[in-house]
């Protein structure tokens, strides 16, 4: 298991934090992601054989209101 924290700018409540683990989670590979609204940054486990950072950011960014970086 891989861990990562990415950086994610847009998140203003608990709504949009729920939103941001659920599209990461949502994704094959992910056993678990931990959003921070005070540190702005979620963190990640997941399986590096399964899911690459480059397509989590993509599942949040295509939410449509987060910016995320590693």
Known sequence: MAKN???ITGMKCVNCK???E???KA???VADAEASLEDACVTVEYDDAQVTPREMID???DLGR???TI
């Open 59 to 61: 599942a949040v960014e």
């Open 18 to 20: 729920a939103n941001v």
């Open 22 to 24: 659920r599209a990461i």
């Open 5 to 7: 924290i990415f950086t």
């Open 66 to 68: 987060f910016e995320m």
């Open 27 to 29: 994704l094959p590979g």
